[in-house]
């Protein structure tokens, strides 16, 4: 399925294919020296360990079992020595492969943050903010503990299963083949457990992406929460979901126990019987006793190797659900708008607007804007009123390139829209909507957000210069005062005026002010939009207001019904007429 990442300018990209264990080795890629240096070291831990069967065969030598004992000495310092290499090379081992997980969990966090960023607005639209945010912490968890301690695991256990038979091949072929078509057959009974929890590892994460999805808007909401006196129902909702994610889980422990214990168990039924042929060999002397005990530890070790490594390659493959639910965010293919050379921002800003039609694109069946006509004069301001659910806001959305239009035309300058770069319109346009969204940051920072190149000393000039943020003086820190999560520690109404002002620092082209002053008493909003015309003297205005005291003095007011134009004129010329705006005025009692 591919999307348009609408409203920004980007290089095409393709999705990588190939199996997860591939493309999560295409994640460790840039740490490559380092990744080489863990397997060395693995390599090492791992061949002193398979070299103690084999010293054990020699020590075990009738002929040479004399030497041993007149050098007891000097073996032992021997095997301590590689006991300490050995030590050494898996404190290597863990640490290295420690380091490029860490590195590749990063990447992943910021690929990730770059990639749904970046998405469009119906991406935002179809996928809740906390199941985004679940990818980017539990998920992409799962991507380290999988290059840090799963890969490394098998690797290590790998080497000594498949170097531990080869071994043993030469002491006894007969027993050897025993083993190995023994193993195969645990393979493949294996492999269809192993589809299994692949399968419910990738249920567990969605269940509990839900969860954290449902946390976050609590929280996020928790005012809300208490003013409807929900707190009984979300818990009902939390215990239902809570104990989605326990069933989920439960089914997961289940699958992955009975795998490793099952393989386990037949490895070591398996080990048993090496040992009973193996004795019946030694007895009949067709088998060296020091042969079948270097055997029998090889063959430990083979079982016990193969037994960590399948139950390593069990969680694997549950870290490889949440790696699929990464990478398809990551490498999705995406329609996007071919690259383009700079631009630079639009002097001044005029639109034009014909036979216009619009559906958001999940509700195509339920038309905003109906062959909607009208045109914004370049340096004047225009309003838009009408009633709830006219299509006002969505004229806001399509200048902003949020989405496309069905139909019709939108003209920048007499530019369709689709057109212009992303940078001529995030450099020309300023947006504030009814609800503005502000960080927990401190009231400085939100003011500079995506603005950063202005000094401090500019933006407080600008700022004192309009006069409508006044309250920053007053709190606990100023301008560096923290505000709060989505800014809890100011009122609506000085939310607004903060959002209004970080619009305004922009310097833009064209101003859309979406019911942003709703929070705003008739003296502070007329105070504001006078300081904004002061301030942006040659700005395009377009405000989207229910209030006429709001929209009176506009040079054009556009009244728009049912998606479509019903009137449009001067306050005093659509006063006097028999139409919507006609009973706005009387309602609203400005006459």
């Not at 990209?13 to 493309?23: D, E, N, T, V």
């Not at 399968?199 to 994460?205: F, K, N, V």
């Not at 922009?506 to 502070?524: K, M, Q």
């Not at 405000?543 to 003095?553: D, F, G, P, Q």
Request: hydrophobic residues 45%.
């Amino acid at each position: 399925m591919k999307s348009r990442l609408t409203g920004r300018d980007s290089k095409y990209a393709a999705a990588q294919h190939g199996s997860p264990i591939i493309r999560l080795l295409k994640q460790v890629a840039p740490y490559k020296g380092r990744f080489i240096a863990a397997l060395g070291a693995l390599f090492v831990g791992s061949a002193i360990n398979l070299v103690f069967p084999e010293l054990l065969r020699r020590a075990l030598d009738p002929q040479l079992f004399p030497w041993v004992l007149e050098h007891l000495d000097r073996v032992t310092a021997l095997l301590a020595a590689l006991f300490i290499v050995q030590g050494a090379a898996f404190f290597s081992r863990s640490y290295l492969f420690g380091i490029v997980g860490q590195r590749v969990f990063s990447d992943v966090r910021l690929q990730l943050f770059r990639s749904i960023i970046g998405r469009d607005a119906l991406f935002f639209d179809r996928n809740r903010s906390g199941d985004l945010a679940a990818r980017i912490n539990s998920d992409a968890a799962l991507v380290q503990e999988a290059v840090s301690t799963k890969l490394s695991v098998i690797l290590r256990y790998g080497i000594q299963v498949l170097c531990g038979t080869v071994l043993m091949a030469f002491m006894s072929w007969r027993m050897t083949c025993a083993i190995t078509i023994s193993i195969l057959c645990i393979v493949g009974l294996s492999s269809i457990c192993i589809k299994r929890l692949k399968g419910a590892s990738r249920h567990y994460q969605n269940a509990i992406a839900r969860l954290t999805t449902f946390v976050v808007e609590c929280f996020s909401g928790a005012k809300i929460v208490d003013a409807l006196g929900a707190h009984k129902a979300a818990t009902q909702i939390f215990s239902a979901s809570n104990s989605e994610v326990l069933g989920a889980g439960e089914r997961r422990t289940a699958i992955s126990a009975g795998f490793s214990s099952g393989a386990s168990l037949m490895l070591n039924l398996l080990l048993l019987l090496v040992q009973w042929y193996g004795i019946h060999l030694v007895v009949t002397e067709r088998l060296p006793l020091n042969n079948l005990a270097a055997f029998v530890l090889y063959g430990a070790i083979v079982a016990v190797s193969f037994s960590f490594l399948i139950g390593a390659y069990a969680e694997l493959m549950q870290s490889l659900g949440g790696l699929e639910r990464v990478l398809e965010l990551i490498n999705e293919e995406q329609d996007l708008l071919p690259p383009r050379a700079p631009s630079a921002a639009l002097k001044s800003v005029e639109i034009e607007i014909k036979e216009l039609c619009f559906a958001y694109p999940d509700r195509a069946d339920s038309p905003v804007l109906d062959k909607l006509s009208f045109s914004v004069a370049p340096g004047k301001m225009t309003a838009l009123v009408g009633p709830s659910g006219a299509g006002k806001s969505s004229i806001a959305q399509l200048l902003l390139r949020f989405y496309a239009a069905s139909s019709g035309e939108l003209l920048v300058n007499g530019v369709p829209i689709a057109d212009l770069s992303s940078q001529e319109i995030r450099s020309s346009f300023a947006w504030v909507p009814q609800e503005p969204y502000l960080f927990g940051f401190t009231l400085y920072e939100n003011l500079v957000f995506g603005n950063e190149q202005l000094t401090r000393a500019d933006v407080l000039a600008t700022i004192r210069t309009l006069g409508f943020l006044d309250f920053a003086e007053k709190l606990p820190s100023g301008f560096d005062t923290q505000l709060g999560e989505q800014g809890a520690q100011l009122s609506g109404g000085e939310r607004q005026r903060l959002a209004i002002a970080r619009a305004v620092l922009r310097n833009p082209s064209l101003l859309i002010l979406d019911e942003a002053t709703s929070g705003l008493d008739s003296t502070t909003e007329e105070g504001v939009l006078k300081a904004i015309r002061n301030r942006l003297p040659t700005a395009t205005l377009l405000i989207i207001s229910h209030r006429l005291s709001t929209v009176r003095a506009a040079d054009t007011i556009v009244v728009i019904n049912e998606g479509t134009v019903f009137e449009e004129g001067r306050h005093e010329e659509l006063k006097t007429r028999q139409g919507l705006y006609q009973q706005y005025v009387a309602r609203q009692a400005l006459d």
